[in-house]
């Protein structure tokens, strides 16, 4: 099926089981941990190893030599796969760097062997008695004296590095009331709970591999490029994850390790990534450094607006696009908006949660408190002056649906916002308290995605895609999908997921999970709807599917009896026309957040947060809520705790475990509210729905750094909020 | 983790007898630092002696109307005790603002005071640590160092001791009870038990090889107002960027010992005695030969305004 005009009325409308506060139908495997996870399947006719990786301790260079001698005579050791052992691969498609192959040194903890033995703890003993003998090179790992060598990078995907509108610099220069700001934001971690982790076995020249994956497609594909065998020899499943936040959106090297591994051994092998592989061995979220300068006349109006972005990656790799929303989010005649690109040798760069946005709008969002206090307007004020119902850079081209000013709105009245004072005078005990809120923005993605339904003699529906469930709520998402197209109840469908023998889904990223593999199934079952008619004889224009029965005119037949012994299966895949170019598809929301401030320490503790979002059709209000308040609650992590510290001289981060790279704990996070706009988006998918697990990260940080701002006076430009940059300009303790 | 037997002590005696004779032998309590340790290849002991069995589990009343708190008295237990909370508050507030829930239920007395820095380069392996292989050198030097020591450092070492519950027991004057292999017995106060690094910071306490902690004992109650303040960027589980132990008398004297900054518990006896006239002039003698980096120069000016803070919050409750 292809999604090629708006939507009209369709079964989803009924909203009988889609759009209800269902709990997720994998919860009880969850929670009493029945649900396997990647390094947890186990056979017990199955004799695994043990893989236990040796990390690079040199971040750039080449290994000269290395000697494994010990290792492999170490009690319990069954072999050892180096580097060397298995030469320079062919890297995937969607890599960045190395994973496992060949001399070259890209990046600290760069995995060069692999040591496998019967018991994990015989096989990470074994690990630290290999030597190994380095040519250090010299490394760049300083973004900020790196940036004098940045270029412009290539466009990716449609997307300019640069965009120009107008007379930028004529307006900025002329403007009544202008700001100039430099703003930075640090290399972040997913920090996901699961740790990357596969187990592979081999058959002959076939390679089952049971792993963490965001995307079964990409991995699959890529793990085949790597490992230089044909892509149908490999079976890939990850039904469940725990957490991915974008670090297995692409093949990582446990997966490469473990085929090698398990080639080598002659049997199926375990490998988990230590913690501290998760920081330096994987990908990040890269460091910017952005320069905003917005220019207003003196009733507020953007007549000039500029967003300049700098990151740093490997050869090869890509910007941090932080300037994109600012070509999108307000009005203004005269924009330009530009990226540049460093050369680091630090670990790949690569998506986070929001990748762009997030960064973006912890700048843009503290740059427009900044030029509201210049004007001296209120935030909430000066956002619904400079909205745009349309693609600022091409006029011509609308949003598909754009209701930010009703989330600013009804968030600044919720909230209470009006009760907020001037900066650095309200003080309750021994904090200084203050309100912030910032605009949430994050583009809506499609992507292609395939179901295959089917049907059974019972009247029992069941789903197969490669879809995956990040924690998101996928499997219940698509169980009600399904049952409300084919008008059974819940407890008649069955989900099962990941598992590369399902058609391609559009998997876990970007936030366009839910809108699009919702979708793949609905035109699964439009297909599976088709079958069932032309098999009882109905003209499908009037058919009904309701109560597990099928129902034209005056007949009424039950499904069960529909599908007859041999059942019935619909499958295909949602593509995508052009209404995302015809339309600028973006979902909206606002943050509203009151921060204490130790008055002595400088200490910032939350005390309530806001969030109301605009993202369409919300096809269930529990699990899109459980997406908004953990994405609130990683953007207080990015506020004031997280940073991946780097040592500029050796190449790496240094805080690579969790109680180094600090993300928020129970304790930091204060009583939260999410409040979803009742709309729907027509032009986005049949469903009607857009996707809404990164929103909820786009703007939060910001908001806290403008609480901070009102609590103190005192404002922080650079992440995180940290107490170190704000007690030198607190008052003196009496 | 490399393989090593395992014993259990049946006496201290046999435990500090065992320990003395095995160079490559290490005490286990709790486990909730060693055993990381021991997997991360930073502790390679060949030989554990189990202590958890010996009957040092008890906080018992001393004849002086002190407390002896027995070294495998686990730091949940230590925390809630009734006697504790009410005459040591200090104690009990700094115990239950470290670590989490889970690793206090397991941790000990002693085995809190002998933790092992958190500096991010001794934890890895791959860099130099003068304290995980001596001579190696420092990274940390001229590396990350924001959590690091801005006092009582050295050319070799500026790590931290990450304990909250040592810095009650300096402010406390406890005294630090064990037994050598030989079978005599001393009393090591506080104030002498961490050693600062000098040239030799892989030598970290008083201990000698084989000496056995058995108990901490704290003198008769010290009246005052008890207060630890934990500053830390995080709520919860995060170890101090600075923390203040204080104990202050109705007419602003006291005591205070400071965490976070230094190689172990931090107190200046000019300190106290300045403590009436204010925080200033208690952090400047505190703070009086820091040799802060860079990146942790802040920590200087957050201890003289958790101090001044502390100080306010005594005035404001008397």
Known sequence: MKFEKPATTNPIDNLTVVGKPIHRIDGELKTTGRAKYAYEWHDPDIDYAYGYPLGSSIAKGRIRSMDTAAAKKSPGVISVVTALDVGKRDLGSKNTANLFGGDEVQHYHQAIAIVVAATFEQARAASALIKVDYAVGEGVFDLSTATKDAKKPKAEGGTEPDSSVGDFEGAFANAAVKLDATYTTPDQSHAMMEPFASIAAWNGDELTVWTSSQMIDWWRTDLATTLGIDKEKIHLMSPFIGGGFGGKLFLRSDAVMAAFAAKAAGRPVKVALPRPFLVNNATHRPATIQRIRIGATRDGKITAIGHESWSGDLPGGQPETAVMQTRLLYAGENRMTAMRLATLDLPEGNSMRAPGEAPGLMALEIAIDEIAVKLGMDPVEFRILNDTQVDPEKPGRNFSHRNLVGCLTLGAEKFGWNARGKPGTKREGGQFIGLGMAAAFRNNLVMPSGARVKLDARGDITVETDMTDIGTGSYTILAQTAAEMMGVPMEKVGVHLGDSRFPVSSGSGGQFGANSSTSGVYAACVKLREAVAQKLGFNSQDIEFANGEVRSDNRVVPLSQAAGPEGLVGEDTMQWGDLEKTYQQSTFGAHFVEVGVDVATGEVRLKRMLAVCAAGRILNPITARSQVIGAMTMGAGLALSEELSVDKRRGFFVNHDLAGYEVAVHADIPHQDVIFMDETDPISSPMKAKGVGELGLCGVSAAIANAVYNATGIRVRDYPVTLDKLIHELPEVA | ?318
């Open chain 2, 1 to 318: 983790m490399r393989a090593f037997t395992f014993e259990r002590a049946e006496s201290v005696r046999a435990a500090a007898e065992s320990a003395s004779n095995n160079p490559e032998a290490k005490f286990i309590a709790g486990g909730t630092n060693l055993l990381d340790l021991m997997k991360l290849e930073i502790e390679v002991p060949t030989h554990l002696i189990d202590v958890n069995g010996l009957g040092l589990d008890k906080i018992e009343v001393t004849s002086e109307g002190g407390l002896r708190i027995g070294a495998m008295v686990r730091n949940t237990d230590l925390a809630s005790h009734e006697t504790v909370r009410r005459d040591y508050g200090l104690l009990s507030r700094a115990l239950v603002a470290g670590a989490s829930g889970q690793l206090r239920n397991k941790a000990t007395t002693a085995g809190n005071l002998l933790q092992r820095t958190r500096c991010p380069y001794f934890y890895d392996t791959a860099q130099s640590c003068n304290k995980r292989m001596p001579g190696s050198g420092c990274s940390a030097i001229g590396g990350v160092t924001r959590q690091l020591g801005v006092i009582g450092t050295s050319e070799a070492c500026i790590a931290t001791h990450p304990s909250d519950m040592a810095v009650a027991m300096r402010a406390l004057d406890a005294v630090v009870e064990t037994t050598r292999p030989d079978g005599t017995n001393r009393s090591i106060p506080i104030s002498d038990f961490h050693h600062l690094p000098g040239d030799s910071p892989h030598i970290e306490t008083a201990l000698e090889k084989g000496e056995m902690i058995t108990a901490v004992t704290l003198p008769k109650p010290a009246g005052g107002m008890h207060i630890y303040r934990k500053v830390r960027d995080r709520a919860s589980y995060a170890f101090a960027l600075v923390s203040i132990g204080a104990i202050i008398q109705a007419d602003g004297t006291g005591r205070v010992a400071v965490g976070g900054v230094a190689p172990k518990p931090w107190r200046v006896d000019a300190a106290d005695a300045a403590l009436a006239k204010g925080a200033k002039a208690a952090c400047a003698e505190l703070m009086a030969d820091a040799r802060p980096t860079d990146d942790n120069r802040f920590k200087i000016a957050l201890v003289e305004r958790t101090l001044a803070a502390v100080i306010e919050e005594t005035r404001d409750k008397p």
